[in-house]
């Protein structure tokens, strides 16, 4: 199980914040503009 594994949740977790961050940039950049 993939799942049962901490480094794909750790991984999973990473992307997932750097989505956030990268998608809260690009609507501040958006409206800037």
């Not at 799942?3 to 961050?21: K, Q, R, S, Y």
Request: aromatic residues 10%.
């Amino acid at each position: 199980m993939l799942l049962a594994d901490p480094n794909v949740w750790i991984a999973f977790g990473t992307l997932t914040v750097m989505e956030i961050v990268l998608g809260i940039d690009n609507i501040v950049f958006i409206s800037v503009l």
